[in-house]
C-alpha cells in the first residue's frame, strides 16, 4: 500500500508564475489536508477537503491560493502569481477517519520562487 | 496565534543517554501526535496518544499526556545516532493538526 504521494517533490518557479502542487492520498483516505513549513518552523494547516468539498479553509491566504479534490484524481494545491514569500515546503497529509486517527503525510513539495 | 509550543528549541546528547521533549498546546484535544522530521525531509508519524489517555508507550518512546495542563511529553530512551532529527508534537482538536516549533535533537556518538 503506498504511501501519500506528491509531487513534483521540487519546484521552481518566478514571480508571478502559477504553481500546482499534486497529492494523491494513501489507499481509502478519503481526507487531505494542506500544510506549509517555512525554513526552521513547524507546519501551519492550510485546508481540508474531503472529496469534491473544502471542509475548512482557515488556514489559506484568502488571495492567490485555491485547493481542490475532485472525484476522481488528486487533490491540487494551486497558488497563482507566485510572491518570494511563498517559497516554503507544502506538505499533504491524509486520514481514514477525520479527527480521531492519524494523519499520514506525503515526502513535501519544496516550492522556491525566484 | 493557535501555534503549540515546545521546549527545548534545541536538544544535544550523548549516544545512550535519554531525551526528553516538551510541548503545550493551547484548545481542547481529541489527541496529540508526535512526528519526527529528519532535515529536508518528510514528517514521519511516531505515536499518537488520545485526550482519556495519560501514557503510551511504543518501543523506545514514552508519551504522557497532562490534558488538565494542555501538555504532553516524549521520552526517547537509548538514544541512537539516527534518532538526530527535529521532534514536533501536534495536537488535535476537530480536524487540522495544530503543531509545534519543533524541538531539534542532535545525537552525539
Known amino acids: 500500500n503506498a504511501g501519500v504521494m506528491q509531487n513534483p517533490r521540487h519546484l521552481v518557479r518566478r514571480r508571478g508564475q502559477e504553481a500546482r502542487l499534486r497529492c494523491s492520498p494513501m489507499?481509502?483516505?478519503?481526507?487531505v489536508y494542506w500544510y506549509r513549513q517555512l525554513p526552521e518552523e513547524g507546519l501551519k494547516f492550510m485546508v481540508y477537503?474531503?472529496?469534491?468539498?473544502?471542509?475548512?479553509e482557515s488556514g489559506m491566504p484568502k488571495e492567490r491560493f485555491s485547493a481542490e479534490f475532485p472525484k476522481e484524481g488528486p487533490s491540487i494545491l494551486r497558488i497563482q502569481q507566485v510572491v518570494r514569500g511563498d517559497s516554503a515546503a507544502y506538505f499533504c497529509?491524509?486520514?481514514?477517519?477525520?479527527?480521531?486517527?492519524?494523519?499520514?503525510f506525503g515526502p513535501g513539495t519544496r516550492l522556491l520562487v525566484l | 496565534s493557535q501555534q503549540g509550543e515546545e521546549d527545548p528549541q534545541a536538544l544535544s546528547i550523548q549516544e545512550g543517554e535519554n531525551a526528553t521533549m516538551n510541548c503545550s498546546y493551547k484548545?481542547?484535544?481529541?489527541?496529540l501526535q508526535w512526528y519526527r522530521q529528519n532535515s529536508g525531509r518528510g514528517l514521519v508519524h511516531l505515536i499518537l496518544?488520545?485526550?482519556?489517555?495519560r501514557e503510551k508507550h511504543s518501543g523506545r518512546l514514552r508519551v504522557t499526556l497532562d490534558t488538565s495542563k494542555k501538555s504532553s511529553s516524549l521520552l526517547i530512551t537509548a538514544s541512537r545516532a539516527a534518532d538526530t532529527a527535529s521532534y514536533f508534537c501536534?495536537?488535535?482538536?476537530?480536524?487540522?493538526?495544530?503543531f509545534g516549533q519543533g524541538t531539534r535533537l542532535t545525537i552525539n556518538p
Open positions: 497529509a491524509s486520514s481514514l477517519v477525520n479527527g480521531e486517527e492519524t494523519q499520514y
Open positions: 477537503l474531503q472529496k469534491e468539498n473544502i471542509i475548512d
Open positions: 484548545t481542547s484535544i481529541n489527541n
Open positions: 496518544i488520545r485526550s482519556n489517555e
Open positions: 489507499k481509502g483516505h478519503s481526507h
Open positions: 501536534a495536537s488535535q482538536g476537530a480536524q487540522k493538526l495544530v
